[in-house]
């Protein structure tokens, strides 16, 4: 809710906050100072940044968004805001466990408007936003803008593996719809592969496919992988990353063998390696060996992932854990 100051201060602009009636039926914020009769006055124009900057702290994340819409100056102020975002989550989970199906918003996080898989938690430095397990090609479109758009001036940043094949994909072609089809029909998005000669730390459920089924796998993402666009990079995901992380669990190691498929190197697709201070996969299993990283790795088929991040360059940069 809007304290009274700001609420005093719209009054003046003949703008109110949003009713119950109002949220419900889209009437927003953003729309009356956008359409409102007295949005080229002067008390409009000279508002200082201080006010604007309290009245983006009482709005939504995805209000705020739309406040830059209204004119350059509160873009600006939002944009200034962006920047300062320094910490990007980009998650794939169960959102019905973060909010009650019903629920819009708590506070600290917030339902997408029409897109209910999205759920969205923004503080001052960082930003954590978070798409259902079953989710649909439209929330993959609307995750790579939003990767875009807060990827940009991100130092730090955490991508689970479905939406780090997702980065990689659409840094190859803008086809989203294709690529998410594509990777549905590959066995399923997260598949359960079992094999007898997994290493003794995997658990039974998560076991790994032979060397047969994985070498057919790759030979055939390759034949598959052909979307109607293609589109040349203009640079970098997160051009200002220093640390990136890459959360997977043993089944969805599958979806990192298959990033040489779409033909987009890590320094056109993450970042700049130059600038890159640690490049970790995270895998997530209930037992561990003792072994290295490295060898693990190696034993889970993970060499075109290796190839693909150039591991060999990185050295002491790329790491594996295991959680």
């Given at each position: 809710?809007?304290?009274?100051?700001?609420?005093?201060?719209l009054?003046?602009?003949?703008?109110?906050?949003p009713?119950a009636?109002?949220?419900?039926?889209?009437?927003?914020i953003?729309k009356?100072?956008?359409?409102?009769?007295?949005?080229?006055?002067?008390?409009?124009?000279?508002?200082?940044?201080?006010?604007?900057?309290?009245?983006?702290?009482?709005?939504?994340?995805?209000?705020?968004?739309?406040?830059?819409?209204?004119?350059?100056?509160?873009?600006?102020?939002?944009?200034?805001?962006?920047?300062r975002?320094?910490?990007?989550?980009?998650?794939?989970?169960?959102?019905?466990?973060?909010?009650?199906?019903?629920?819009?918003?708590?506070?600290?996080?917030?339902?997408?408007?029409?897109?209910?898989?999205?759920?969205?938690?923004?503080?001052?430095?960082?930003?954590?936003?978070?798409?259902?397990?079953?989710w649909?090609?439209?929330?993959?479109?609307?995750?790579?803008?939003?990767?875009r758009?807060?990827?940009?001036?991100?130092?730090?940043?955490?991508?689970?593996?479905?939406?780090?094949?997702?980065?990689?994909?659409?840094?190859?072609?803008?086809?989203?719809?294709?690529?998410?089809?594509?990777?549905?029909?590959?066995?399923?998005?997260?598949?359960?592969?079992?094999?007898?000669?997994?290493?003794?730390?995997?658990?039974?459920?998560?076991?790994?496919?032979?060397?047969?089924?994985?070498?057919?796998?790759?030979?055939?993402?390759?034949?598959?992988?052909?979307?109607?666009?293609?589109?040349?990079?203009?640079?970098?995901?997160?051009?200002?990353?220093?640390?990136?992380?890459?959360?997977?669990?043993?089944?969805?190691?599958?979806?990192?063998?298959?990033?040489?498929?779409?033909?987009?190197?890590?320094?056109?697709?993450?970042?700049?390696?130059?600038?890159?201070?640690?490049?970790?996969?995270?895998?997530?299993?209930?037992?561990?060996s003792?072994?290295?990283?490295?060898?693990?790795?190696?034993?889970?088929?993970?060499?075109?992932?290796?190839?693909?991040?150039?591991?060999?360059?990185?050295?002491?940069?790329?790491?594996?854990?295991?959680?």
């Amino acid at each position: 809710m809007l304290n009274e100051q700001i609420v005093r201060l719209l009054s003046l602009m003949h703008i109110h906050p949003p009713s119950a009636k109002d949220a419900a039926g889209g009437n927003s914020i953003v729309k009356r100072l956008k359409f409102g009769k007295k949005r080229n006055s002067p008390k409009f124009g000279n508002l200082p940044e201080s006010v604007w900057d309290n009245i983006l702290d009482n709005l939504s994340p995805f209000e705020r968004v739309k406040m830059r819409r209204i004119n350059h100056k509160i873009k600006n102020v939002v944009d200034k805001r962006r920047k300062r975002v320094l910490y990007a989550d980009f998650l794939r989970t169960d959102v019905d466990t973060i909010l009650p199906p019903e629920t819009n918003g708590d506070g600290d996080f917030f339902r997408m408007p029409k897109t209910p898989r999205i759920v969205v938690h923004e503080e001052a430095r960082s930003i954590l936003i978070i798409v259902d397990t079953h989710w649909t090609v439209s929330d993959a479109v609307k995750m790579m803008a939003a990767i875009r758009y807060y990827g940009e001036n991100a130092h730090t940043v955490t991508l689970d593996a479905s939406l780090a094949e997702l980065c990689v994909a659409a840094q190859s072609t803008n086809d989203i719809a294709f690529w998410f089809a594509f990777q549905s029909a590959s066995g399923t998005s997260d598949p359960v592969c079992q094999s007898s000669k997994a290493p003794r730390w995997v658990p039974d459920d998560f076991r790994v496919r032979s060397v047969q089924s994985y070498e057919q796998d790759q030979l055939t993402a390759y034949s598959q992988w052909s979307p109607r666009t293609q589109v040349i990079p203009v640079g970098p995901l997160f051009p200002k990353a220093t640390e990136i992380t890459i959360r997977a669990s043993v089944p969805q190691l599958r979806r990192l063998r298959r990033f040489p498929v779409y033909r987009s190197p890590l320094h056109r697709c993450f970042m700049d390696p130059n600038n890159l201070h640690i490049l970790r996969l995270v895998v997530s299993s209930n037992n561990s060996s003792g072994r290295r990283g490295r060898q693990v790795a190696q034993s889970l088929k993970m060499a075109p992932f290796l190839k693909w991040a150039n591991a060999q360059r990185l050295a002491h940069r790329f790491s594996v854990q295991f959680v």
